[in-house]
């Protein structure tokens, strides 16, 4: 079995920083991409920022470009979305997803945490 448990979210002013963080356990083989996505309030589903594994090159959002920067430590399976000059309009619940292999010899599965809870107010 395989779990991503988030961290990290709260209740912050705008202009202010978070930093969410989402561990993976369990049987894992590898991990390649990694990203993390936000769902508003009556709103779609949308990708924030993600990172694959061996690239340097991250993928943002534009909205967050210049705000958010996405890592990962691969030692510890886990992937960071550092946030700041946050804006009201970045509140949502935040997901994390990552493709995972269980066994060297397995396919890719697309795993999803349970969401965090981001609020900006103005």
């Known amino acids: 079995q395989v779990q991503l448990v988030e961290s990290g979210g709260g209740l912050v002013q705008a202009g202010g920083s978070l930093r969410l963080s989402c561990a993976a356990s369990?049987?894992?083989?590898?991990?390649?991409?990694m990203a993390w996505y936000r769902q508003a309030p009556g709103k779609d589903l949308d990708l924030v920022a993600s990172?694959?594994?061996?690239?340097?090159?991250?993928n943002y959002a534009d909205s967050v470009k210049g705000r958010f920067t996405i890592s990962r430590d691969n030692a510890k399976n886990t992937v960071y979305l550092q946030m700041n000059s946050l804006k009201p309009e970045d509140t949502a619940v935040y997901y994390c997803?990552?493709?995972?292999?269980?066994?060297?010899?397995?396919?890719?599965?697309?795993?999803w945490g349970q969401g965090t809870q981001v609020t900006v107010s103005s």
């Open positions: 369990g049987t894992i083989y590898s991990i390649n991409f």
């Open positions: 990172l694959t594994k061996g690239s340097s090159a991250a």
């Open positions: 997803t990552a493709d995972i292999s269980r066994l060297q010899v397995a396919p890719q599965a697309r795993y």
